[in-house]
């Protein structure tokens, strides 16, 4: 069983920057695929960023590209989202998600590939 805990979320002005970041406890981190997910009020929750086991390729939603920066340090069982210019509408509760994988390259695109979530954190960003 994988606990996942995030922090980082904040309000912050347009064009500014946050780090979310994900710790991980309960399991062989570097066993999992991670991903970053948010959802707005309203909305379904959409992918937006994901990492394979090791950190050698990333996956980000077109929405982010150029803005955003998944990554993780296995050593500290822990993921990263560095999230720059940012805008009003990246406004969403942000969830880490954990999806186990025998194979090094896996990414999973949707939700439906991971087992477990983080709680989420808010981010909030003003005009």
């Known amino acids: 069983q994988v606990q996942l805990v995030e922090s980082g979320g904040g309000l912050v002005q347009a064009g500014g920057s946050l780090r979310l970041s994900c710790a991980a406890s309960?399991?062989?981190?570097?066993?999992?695929?991670m991903g970053w997910f948010r959802q707005a009020p309203g909305k379904e929750r959409h992918v937006v960023a994901t990492?394979?086991?090791?950190?050698?390729?990333?996956y980000y939603a077109d929405f982010v590209k150029g803005r955003f920066t998944i990554s993780r340090d296995n050593a500290k069982n822990t993921v990263y989202l560095q999230m720059n210019s940012l805008k009003p509408e990246d406004t969403a509760v942000y969830y880490c998600?954990?999806?186990?994988?025998?194979?090094?390259?896996?990414?999973?695109?949707?939700?439906?590939?991971?087992?477990?979530w983080g709680q989420g954190t808010q981010v909030t960003v003003s005009s």
């Open positions: 998600a954990a999806g186990p994988s025998i194979y090094s390259g896996t990414l999973y695109y949707t939700s439906g590939g991971y087992d477990y």
């Open positions: 309960g399991g062989t981190f570097s066993r999992y695929v």
């Open positions: 990492i394979t086991r090791s950190g050698g390729s990333t």
